[in-house]
Protein backbone atom coordinates (compact mmCIF):
# COMPACT_ATOMS: atom_id res chain seq x y z
CA UNK A 1 0.00 0.00 0.00
CA UNK A 2 1.27 3.18 -1.03
CA UNK A 3 1.35 5.84 1.71
CA UNK A 4 2.17 9.68 1.24
CA UNK A 5 1.74 12.12 3.66
CA UNK A 6 1.34 15.98 2.52
CA UNK A 7 1.97 18.86 4.75
CA UNK A 8 0.18 17.46 7.55
CA UNK A 9 -0.68 19.92 10.76
CA UNK A 10 -2.72 18.92 13.48
CA UNK A 11 -3.84 21.18 15.89
CA UNK A 12 -5.55 20.51 19.45
CA UNK A 13 -6.98 23.06 21.02
CA UNK A 14 -3.79 25.33 22.34
CA UNK A 15 -1.43 22.34 21.20
CA UNK A 16 0.32 22.25 17.96
CA UNK A 17 0.60 17.96 17.28
CA UNK A 18 1.82 18.25 13.71
CA UNK A 19 3.15 21.22 12.43
CA UNK A 20 3.55 20.76 8.46
CA UNK A 21 4.79 17.08 8.10
CA UNK A 22 5.46 15.12 5.07
CA UNK A 23 6.60 12.27 3.52
CA UNK A 24 6.27 9.49 1.58
CA UNK A 25 6.39 5.18 2.99
CA UNK A 26 8.66 3.18 1.63
CA UNK A 27 5.96 0.52 0.09
CA UNK A 28 6.51 -3.13 1.61
CA UNK A 29 8.90 -1.59 4.03
CA UNK A 30 9.62 -1.11 7.70
CA UNK A 31 9.54 2.47 8.76
CA UNK A 32 10.00 3.58 11.95
CA UNK A 33 8.93 7.31 13.62
CA UNK A 34 11.20 7.76 16.22
CA UNK A 35 11.17 11.00 18.34
CA UNK A 36 10.56 11.67 22.05
CA UNK A 37 7.17 11.11 24.05
CA UNK A 38 5.38 13.86 22.94
CA UNK A 39 6.50 14.33 19.25
CA UNK A 40 3.67 13.51 17.74
CA UNK A 41 3.99 9.74 16.85
CA UNK A 42 0.66 8.61 17.65
CA UNK A 43 -0.97 11.85 16.27
CA UNK A 44 0.59 10.85 12.75
CA UNK A 45 -0.64 6.68 13.28
CA UNK A 46 -3.78 7.97 13.82
CA UNK A 47 -4.21 10.37 10.86
CA UNK A 48 -2.57 7.57 8.61
CA UNK A 49 -5.46 5.18 10.22
CA UNK A 50 -8.34 7.71 9.40
CA UNK A 51 -8.96 8.05 13.41
CA UNK A 52 -8.22 11.21 13.59
CA UNK A 53 -8.17 14.37 11.05
CA UNK A 54 -5.87 16.47 10.20
CA UNK A 55 -5.47 20.49 10.47
CA UNK A 56 -4.04 21.21 7.49
CA UNK A 57 -2.65 18.99 4.72
CA UNK A 58 -3.66 15.87 3.35
CA UNK A 59 -3.27 11.71 3.75
CA UNK A 60 -2.60 9.89 -0.20
CA UNK A 61 -3.25 6.53 -0.27
CA UNK A 62 -2.33 4.62 -3.23
CA UNK A 63 -2.97 7.89 -5.29
CA UNK A 64 -6.37 8.86 -3.80
CA UNK A 65 -7.10 10.87 -1.10
CA UNK A 66 -9.12 8.60 0.85
CA UNK A 67 -11.37 11.06 2.37
CA UNK A 68 -12.77 11.69 -0.94
CA UNK A 69 -12.89 8.44 -2.14
CA UNK A 70 -14.42 6.35 0.26
CA UNK A 71 -12.53 5.04 3.06
CA UNK A 72 -13.75 1.99 3.85
CA UNK A 73 -12.32 -0.15 1.40
CA UNK A 74 -8.98 1.88 2.24
CA UNK A 75 -9.69 1.23 5.96
CA UNK A 76 -9.91 -2.80 5.38
CA UNK A 77 -6.74 -3.10 3.95
CA UNK A 78 -4.85 -1.90 7.42
CA UNK A 79 -4.67 -1.83 10.85
CA UNK A 80 -3.20 -0.24 13.53
CA UNK A 81 -2.24 -2.32 16.94
CA UNK A 82 -2.09 0.47 19.93
CA UNK A 83 -0.13 1.05 22.95
CA UNK A 84 -2.15 0.11 25.21
CA UNK A 85 -4.34 -2.04 23.70
CA UNK A 86 -8.09 -2.70 24.90
CA UNK A 87 -9.78 -5.94 24.96
CA UNK A 88 -13.50 -6.61 24.09
CA UNK A 89 -15.82 -7.99 27.03
CA UNK A 90 -15.44 -11.67 25.37
CA UNK A 91 -13.06 -13.89 24.53
CA UNK A 92 -9.37 -14.36 23.58
CA UNK A 93 -10.69 -15.46 20.65
CA UNK A 94 -13.74 -13.72 20.22
CA UNK A 95 -11.41 -10.46 19.99
CA UNK A 96 -8.90 -11.96 17.17
CA UNK A 97 -12.11 -12.96 14.94
CA UNK A 98 -13.86 -9.62 15.29
CA UNK A 99 -11.84 -7.73 12.16
CA UNK A 100 -12.80 -11.16 10.19
CA UNK A 101 -16.31 -10.69 11.49
CA UNK A 102 -16.39 -7.30 9.93
CA UNK A 103 -15.14 -8.12 7.02
CA UNK A 104 -17.38 -10.35 6.29
CA UNK A 105 -15.49 -13.78 6.23
CA UNK A 106 -16.95 -16.94 5.92
CA UNK A 107 -17.26 -18.19 9.08
CA UNK A 108 -15.57 -21.91 8.63
CA UNK A 109 -12.45 -19.69 8.30
CA UNK A 110 -12.96 -17.36 10.62
CA UNK A 111 -11.85 -20.27 13.69
CA UNK A 112 -9.19 -21.33 11.66
CA UNK A 113 -7.38 -17.67 10.97
CA UNK A 114 -8.21 -16.81 14.22
CA UNK A 115 -6.61 -20.10 15.85
CA UNK A 116 -3.71 -19.83 13.24
CA UNK A 117 -3.16 -16.40 14.72
CA UNK A 118 -3.20 -16.93 18.44
CA UNK A 119 -0.47 -19.96 17.30
CA UNK A 120 1.61 -17.69 15.68
CA UNK A 121 1.06 -15.19 19.09
CA UNK A 122 2.08 -18.00 21.60
CA UNK A 123 -1.64 -18.32 22.47
CA UNK A 124 -2.90 -21.23 21.33
CA UNK A 125 -4.00 -22.80 24.92
CA UNK A 126 -5.66 -19.02 25.93
CA UNK A 127 -8.43 -19.30 22.98
CA UNK A 128 -10.86 -19.41 25.35
CA UNK A 129 -10.36 -17.03 28.45
CA UNK A 130 -12.01 -14.06 28.76
CA UNK A 131 -9.91 -11.36 27.39
CA UNK A 132 -9.78 -8.56 29.61
CA UNK A 133 -8.42 -10.98 32.01
CA UNK A 134 -4.69 -11.62 29.80
CA UNK A 135 -1.56 -10.09 31.44
CA UNK A 136 -0.21 -7.00 29.99
CA UNK A 137 2.30 -9.49 27.92
CA UNK A 138 -0.04 -11.40 26.55
CA UNK A 139 -2.56 -8.60 25.91
CA UNK A 140 -0.10 -7.20 23.37
CA UNK A 141 0.27 -10.21 22.29
CA UNK A 142 -3.63 -10.75 21.57
CA UNK A 143 -3.82 -7.50 20.24
CA UNK A 144 -0.55 -7.97 17.69
CA UNK A 145 -2.84 -11.35 16.65
CA UNK A 146 -5.94 -9.30 16.13
CA UNK A 147 -4.28 -7.46 13.52
CA UNK A 148 -2.00 -9.92 12.17
CA UNK A 149 -5.24 -12.36 11.16
CA UNK A 150 -6.42 -10.26 9.16
CA UNK A 151 -3.29 -10.16 6.65
CA UNK A 152 -3.53 -5.89 6.45
CA UNK A 153 -1.49 -4.35 3.78
CA UNK A 154 -0.82 -1.37 6.11
CA UNK A 155 0.00 -2.45 9.55
CA UNK A 156 0.40 0.69 11.92
CA UNK A 157 2.18 0.18 15.47
CA UNK A 158 1.99 2.14 18.27
CA UNK A 159 4.75 1.75 21.13
CA UNK A 160 3.65 -1.82 20.47
CA UNK A 161 6.11 -3.31 22.73
CA UNK A 162 6.35 -0.52 25.06
CA UNK A 163 6.69 -1.77 29.19
CA UNK A 164 6.41 -5.57 27.84
CA UNK A 165 9.70 -7.99 28.98
CA UNK A 166 12.15 -8.68 26.93
CA UNK A 167 11.14 -11.92 25.43
CA UNK A 168 7.71 -11.07 24.84
CA UNK A 169 9.63 -8.04 22.68
CA UNK A 170 11.70 -10.17 21.01
CA UNK A 171 8.72 -12.62 19.72
CA UNK A 172 7.16 -9.48 19.03
CA UNK A 173 9.40 -8.01 16.58
CA UNK A 174 10.18 -11.13 15.33
CA UNK A 175 6.69 -11.94 14.30
CA UNK A 176 6.84 -8.53 12.51
CA UNK A 177 9.78 -9.18 11.06
CA UNK A 178 8.41 -12.36 9.57
CA UNK A 179 5.42 -10.82 8.81
CA UNK A 180 6.68 -8.22 6.40
CA UNK A 181 8.77 -10.60 4.74
CA UNK A 182 6.38 -13.45 4.19
CA UNK A 183 3.65 -10.43 2.75
CA UNK A 184 5.75 -7.63 1.44
CA UNK A 185 3.34 -6.06 3.47
CA UNK A 186 4.17 -1.75 4.29
CA UNK A 187 4.37 -1.46 8.19
CA UNK A 188 4.98 1.90 10.08
CA UNK A 189 5.80 1.60 13.73
CA UNK A 190 5.50 4.46 16.31
CA UNK A 191 8.80 3.82 19.01
CA UNK A 192 11.09 6.24 20.83
CA UNK A 193 13.31 2.78 21.16
CA UNK A 194 15.78 3.72 19.15
CA UNK A 195 17.09 -0.02 19.39
CA UNK A 196 13.80 -1.07 18.57
CA UNK A 197 13.77 1.07 15.29
CA UNK A 198 17.34 0.09 14.19
CA UNK A 199 16.62 -3.27 15.02
CA UNK A 200 13.19 -3.48 12.88
CA UNK A 201 13.15 -0.83 10.41
CA UNK A 202 14.74 0.10 6.81
CA UNK A 203 13.69 3.50 7.09
CA UNK A 204 13.05 6.11 9.78
CA UNK A 205 11.33 9.29 10.26
CA UNK A 206 12.45 11.44 12.99
CA UNK A 207 10.11 13.75 14.56
CA UNK A 208 10.49 16.59 17.31
CA UNK A 209 7.97 18.59 18.71
CA UNK A 210 5.63 18.07 15.88
CA UNK A 211 8.10 18.79 12.73
CA UNK A 212 9.67 16.28 10.75
CA UNK A 213 13.88 16.88 11.07
CA UNK A 214 14.72 13.67 9.39
CA UNK A 215 14.08 11.17 7.21
CA UNK A 216 16.14 8.59 5.59
CA UNK A 217 17.18 4.94 5.59
CA UNK A 218 17.85 3.77 8.83
CA UNK A 219 21.30 2.61 8.61
CA UNK A 220 22.52 5.98 7.34
CA UNK A 221 20.96 8.04 9.86
CA UNK A 222 22.34 5.87 12.38
CA UNK A 223 25.76 6.35 11.34
CA UNK A 224 25.54 9.86 9.74
CA UNK A 225 22.79 12.42 11.37
CA UNK A 226 22.11 15.38 8.96
CA UNK A 227 20.42 17.39 11.63
CA UNK A 228 22.31 18.28 14.97
CA UNK A 229 18.73 17.91 16.88
CA UNK A 230 18.67 13.91 15.58
CA UNK A 231 22.62 13.87 16.76
CA UNK A 232 21.20 15.14 19.95
CA UNK A 233 18.61 12.46 20.01
CA UNK A 234 20.45 9.72 18.86
CA UNK A 235 23.37 10.38 21.50
CA UNK A 236 20.75 10.50 24.18
CA UNK A 237 21.14 14.18 24.76
CA UNK A 238 17.21 15.00 24.34
CA UNK A 239 15.24 13.18 27.00
CA UNK A 240 12.95 10.15 25.58
CA UNK B 1 -55.92 -5.70 20.22
CA UNK B 2 -52.83 -7.92 21.81
CA UNK B 3 -54.36 -6.91 24.89
CA UNK B 4 -57.88 -8.34 24.21
CA UNK B 5 -56.50 -11.21 22.62
CA UNK B 6 -54.72 -12.00 26.11
CA UNK B 7 -57.41 -11.05 28.36
CA UNK B 8 -59.68 -13.26 26.52
CA UNK B 9 -56.86 -16.28 26.83
CA UNK B 10 -56.58 -15.52 30.21
CA UNK B 11 -60.02 -15.43 31.60
CA UNK B 12 -60.63 -18.88 29.11
CA UNK B 13 -58.47 -20.12 31.57
CA UNK B 14 -59.14 -19.11 34.60
CA UNK B 15 -63.02 -19.65 34.23
CA UNK B 16 -62.92 -22.31 36.91
CA UNK B 17 -61.66 -19.86 39.40
CA UNK B 18 -64.13 -17.65 41.65
CA UNK B 19 -64.70 -14.28 40.64
CA UNK B 20 -62.34 -12.84 43.16
CA UNK B 21 -59.66 -14.74 42.18
CA UNK B 22 -59.69 -14.41 38.60
CA UNK B 23 -59.91 -10.79 39.19
CA UNK B 24 -56.49 -10.86 40.92
CA UNK B 25 -55.16 -12.90 38.28
CA UNK B 26 -56.16 -10.24 35.47
CA UNK B 27 -54.97 -7.37 37.36
CA UNK B 28 -51.23 -9.28 37.32
CA UNK B 29 -51.55 -10.32 33.87
CA UNK B 30 -52.36 -6.83 32.91
CA UNK B 31 -49.80 -5.44 35.10
CA UNK B 32 -47.25 -7.54 33.82
CA UNK B 33 -48.25 -6.87 30.41
CA UNK B 34 -47.99 -3.28 30.75
CA UNK B 35 -45.05 -2.54 32.23
CA UNK B 36 -43.43 -5.36 29.36
CA UNK B 37 -45.15 -3.32 26.77
CA UNK B 38 -44.02 -0.19 27.85
CA UNK B 39 -40.28 -1.18 28.89
CA UNK B 40 -39.93 -2.76 25.86
CA UNK B 41 -41.00 -0.01 23.25
CA UNK B 42 -38.98 3.19 25.59
CA UNK B 43 -35.64 0.43 25.18
CA UNK B 44 -36.54 0.52 21.37
CA UNK B 45 -36.54 4.10 21.35
CA UNK B 46 -34.06 4.65 24.92
CA UNK B 47 -30.71 2.35 24.00
CA UNK B 48 -29.72 2.95 20.53
CA UNK B 49 -31.12 7.00 21.26
CA UNK B 50 -28.97 6.39 24.08
CA UNK B 51 -25.74 4.87 22.42
CA UNK B 52 -26.03 7.67 20.13
CA UNK B 53 -26.16 10.33 22.49
CA UNK B 54 -23.58 8.15 24.66
CA UNK B 55 -21.31 8.02 21.83
CA UNK B 56 -21.03 11.73 20.98
CA UNK B 57 -19.11 14.21 23.19
CA UNK B 58 -20.43 17.69 21.99
CA UNK B 59 -21.97 20.38 24.04
CA UNK B 60 -25.69 20.38 22.04
CA UNK B 61 -25.49 16.16 22.89
CA UNK B 62 -24.03 17.16 26.91
CA UNK B 63 -26.89 19.23 27.35
CA UNK B 64 -29.61 16.51 25.94
CA UNK B 65 -28.02 14.78 28.46
CA UNK B 66 -28.91 16.69 31.03
CA UNK B 67 -32.29 17.21 29.65
CA UNK B 68 -32.67 13.47 30.01
CA UNK B 69 -31.58 13.50 33.65
CA UNK B 70 -33.86 16.13 34.67
CA UNK B 71 -36.70 13.84 32.98
CA UNK B 72 -35.58 10.91 35.46
CA UNK B 73 -37.91 13.53 38.54
CA UNK B 74 -41.13 14.23 36.07
CA UNK B 75 -43.61 13.66 38.32
CA UNK B 76 -45.78 10.71 37.34
CA UNK B 77 -48.94 12.58 37.82
CA UNK B 78 -47.86 15.11 35.37
CA UNK B 79 -46.50 12.42 32.96
CA UNK B 80 -50.02 11.31 33.34
CA UNK B 81 -51.76 14.21 32.82
CA UNK B 82 -50.28 15.18 29.66
CA UNK B 83 -51.18 11.87 28.20
CA UNK B 84 -54.92 12.56 29.52
CA UNK B 85 -55.00 15.82 27.54
CA UNK B 86 -53.46 14.88 24.35
CA UNK B 87 -56.16 11.21 24.22
CA UNK B 88 -58.89 13.10 25.49
CA UNK B 89 -61.70 13.63 23.58
CA UNK B 90 -60.98 17.14 22.71
CA UNK B 91 -57.06 16.39 22.38
CA UNK B 92 -55.39 16.21 19.60
CA UNK B 93 -55.18 12.20 19.65
CA UNK B 94 -58.82 12.16 20.40
CA UNK B 95 -59.93 10.79 17.54
CA UNK B 96 -57.85 7.95 18.54
CA UNK B 97 -60.50 6.69 21.03
CA UNK B 98 -57.51 5.23 23.38
CA UNK B 99 -58.04 6.97 26.32
CA UNK B 100 -59.15 4.55 29.43
CA UNK B 101 -57.56 1.84 27.89
CA UNK B 102 -54.11 -0.51 28.58
CA UNK B 103 -52.69 1.19 25.25
CA UNK B 104 -52.85 4.82 27.25
CA UNK B 105 -51.49 3.11 30.11
CA UNK B 106 -48.67 2.27 28.12
CA UNK B 107 -47.98 5.60 26.24
CA UNK B 108 -47.83 7.21 29.79
CA UNK B 109 -45.40 4.53 31.02
CA UNK B 110 -43.27 5.24 28.30
CA UNK B 111 -43.59 8.97 28.68
CA UNK B 112 -42.40 8.23 32.44
CA UNK B 113 -39.25 5.90 31.57
CA UNK B 114 -37.97 6.49 28.46
CA UNK B 115 -35.82 9.17 29.93
CA UNK B 116 -34.71 6.96 32.20
CA UNK B 117 -33.51 4.04 29.88
CA UNK B 118 -32.10 6.64 27.32
CA UNK B 119 -30.20 8.53 30.39
CA UNK B 120 -28.77 5.19 31.46
CA UNK B 121 -27.68 3.59 28.49
CA UNK B 122 -26.09 6.67 27.22
CA UNK B 123 -24.06 6.57 30.63
CA UNK B 124 -23.08 2.85 30.04
CA UNK B 125 -21.87 3.47 26.38
CA UNK B 126 -19.99 6.86 27.38
CA UNK B 127 -18.18 4.89 30.15
CA UNK B 128 -17.00 2.58 27.98
CA UNK B 129 -12.86 3.21 27.61
CA UNK B 130 -12.50 5.56 24.30
CA UNK B 131 -10.15 3.19 22.61
CA UNK B 132 -12.75 0.33 22.19
CA UNK B 133 -13.95 2.73 19.55
CA UNK B 134 -10.49 3.36 18.16
CA UNK B 135 -9.98 -0.15 18.24
CA UNK B 136 -13.16 -1.56 16.37
CA UNK B 137 -12.49 1.42 14.10
CA UNK B 138 -9.28 0.13 13.53
CA UNK B 139 -10.12 -3.14 13.03
CA UNK B 140 -12.62 -2.40 10.06
CA UNK B 141 -15.69 -1.62 12.01
CA UNK B 142 -18.36 0.13 9.87
CA UNK B 143 -20.93 2.51 11.29
CA UNK B 144 -23.39 -0.40 12.27
CA UNK B 145 -20.55 -2.57 12.86
CA UNK B 146 -19.33 -0.05 15.62
CA UNK B 147 -22.64 0.75 17.50
CA UNK B 148 -23.20 -2.97 17.56
CA UNK B 149 -19.81 -3.38 19.19
CA UNK B 150 -20.32 -0.56 21.22
CA UNK B 151 -24.03 -1.95 22.76
CA UNK B 152 -22.85 -5.14 23.17
CA UNK B 153 -19.57 -4.06 25.40
CA UNK B 154 -22.29 -2.08 27.34
CA UNK B 155 -24.62 -4.90 27.78
CA UNK B 156 -24.46 -4.85 31.44
CA UNK B 157 -25.33 -1.42 32.16
CA UNK B 158 -28.08 -1.47 29.12
CA UNK B 159 -29.41 -4.30 31.23
CA UNK B 160 -29.36 -2.30 34.54
CA UNK B 161 -31.18 0.61 31.92
CA UNK B 162 -33.62 -2.14 31.35
CA UNK B 163 -34.67 -3.59 34.19
CA UNK B 164 -34.21 -0.25 36.14
CA UNK B 165 -37.36 0.87 33.50
CA UNK B 166 -39.48 -2.39 34.32
CA UNK B 167 -39.02 -1.51 37.87
CA UNK B 168 -40.46 1.78 37.70
CA UNK B 169 -43.30 0.78 35.39
CA UNK B 170 -44.54 -2.00 37.13
CA UNK B 171 -44.31 0.33 40.30
CA UNK B 172 -45.65 3.07 39.15
CA UNK B 173 -49.53 4.15 40.34
CA UNK B 174 -49.63 8.03 39.08
CA UNK B 175 -50.07 8.09 35.73
CA UNK B 176 -51.68 4.95 35.32
CA UNK B 177 -54.42 5.89 37.71
CA UNK B 178 -55.33 9.03 35.41
CA UNK B 179 -54.94 8.17 32.06
CA UNK B 180 -56.41 4.22 33.02
CA UNK B 181 -59.09 5.35 35.48
CA UNK B 182 -58.70 2.17 37.38
CA UNK B 183 -62.04 0.59 35.52
CA UNK B 184 -62.32 -2.67 37.34
CA UNK B 185 -61.53 -5.63 34.68
CA UNK B 186 -60.19 -3.27 32.19
CA UNK B 187 -57.48 -1.17 32.99
CA UNK B 188 -57.25 -1.84 37.04
CA UNK B 189 -53.45 -2.91 37.83
CA UNK B 190 -51.52 -3.97 40.85
CA UNK B 191 -50.70 -0.60 42.30
CA UNK B 192 -54.12 1.07 41.35
CA UNK B 193 -55.79 -1.75 42.83
CA UNK B 194 -54.03 -1.76 45.84
CA UNK B 195 -55.41 2.15 46.03
CA UNK B 196 -58.71 1.21 45.50
CA UNK B 197 -58.78 -1.65 48.06
CA UNK B 198 -56.95 0.64 50.78
CA UNK B 199 -59.61 3.73 50.32
CA UNK B 200 -62.33 1.11 50.90
CA UNK B 201 -60.83 -0.17 53.66
CA UNK B 202 -60.26 -3.82 52.26
CA UNK B 203 -56.64 -4.30 53.78
CA UNK B 204 -56.07 -7.96 53.80
CA UNK B 205 -57.03 -7.84 50.04
CA UNK B 206 -54.91 -4.35 49.45
CA UNK B 207 -51.49 -6.77 51.24
CA UNK B 208 -52.08 -9.73 49.14
CA UNK B 209 -51.66 -7.26 46.33
CA UNK B 210 -48.87 -5.83 47.60
CA UNK B 211 -47.17 -9.00 48.46
CA UNK B 212 -47.87 -10.56 44.31
CA UNK B 213 -46.18 -6.80 43.24
CA UNK B 214 -43.60 -7.59 46.07
CA UNK B 215 -42.90 -11.20 44.63
CA UNK B 216 -42.49 -9.90 41.06
CA UNK B 217 -39.96 -7.03 41.93
CA UNK B 218 -38.02 -9.93 43.94
CA UNK B 219 -37.81 -11.93 41.25
CA UNK B 220 -36.95 -8.79 38.71
CA UNK B 221 -33.94 -7.90 41.66
CA UNK B 222 -33.16 -11.53 41.76
CA UNK B 223 -32.03 -11.43 38.01
CA UNK B 224 -30.43 -8.41 38.01
CA UNK B 225 -28.17 -9.73 41.01
CA UNK B 226 -27.67 -12.88 39.76
CA UNK B 227 -26.27 -10.94 36.50
CA UNK B 228 -24.17 -8.23 38.16
CA UNK B 229 -22.82 -10.97 40.15
CA UNK B 230 -21.86 -13.02 36.87
CA UNK B 231 -20.24 -9.87 35.87
CA UNK B 232 -18.28 -9.32 39.56
CA UNK B 233 -16.70 -12.81 38.95
CA UNK B 234 -15.11 -11.36 35.84
CA UNK B 235 -13.71 -8.15 37.79
CA UNK B 236 -12.75 -10.31 40.71
CA UNK B 237 -10.36 -12.61 37.87
CA UNK B 238 -9.52 -9.27 36.51
CA UNK B 239 -8.13 -8.07 39.24
CA UNK B 240 -6.55 -11.41 40.30
CA UNK B 241 -5.00 -11.88 36.99
CA UNK B 242 -3.96 -8.24 36.86
CA UNK B 243 -1.76 -8.20 39.82
CA UNK B 244 0.71 -10.07 37.95
CA UNK B 245 0.63 -7.30 34.89
CA UNK B 246 4.04 -6.85 33.35
Known sequence: ?240 | MIWELIREVTLQLISGLDPETQRVVLITVLTLYMATMSTTVSSLIGIPLGAFIGMRKSQLFLLFRVFTHSLYGLPPVIAGLLVYMLLSRAGPLGPLGILFTPTSMIVAQCLLITPLITGISASAVDSLPKNIEDTARSLGANRIDLIKTMLYEARLGLFTAVMLGFGRAISEVGAVIIVGGNIKWHTQVLTTSIVLETQRGNFNYALTLGAILMLIALIISLVLTIAQKKKGSNLRSLLIKGGGKG
Open chain 1, 1 to 240: MKVEVKGLSKRFEDRLALDDVGFQVPEGKITAIVGPSGSGKTTLLRIINMLDRPTKGKLVINGKDPAKNGHSQVLKKMVMVFQNPVMFNRSVIANVSYGLKVRRVDKTKVKDRSEKALERVGLGDRAGQYAPTLSAGESQRMAFARGLVLEPELMLLDEFTANLDPGNVALLEKLVMDYNKDSDSTIVLATHNLYQAKRLSHHCIFLFDGKLIEKGRTKKMFSSPKDPLTKKFLSGEIAW
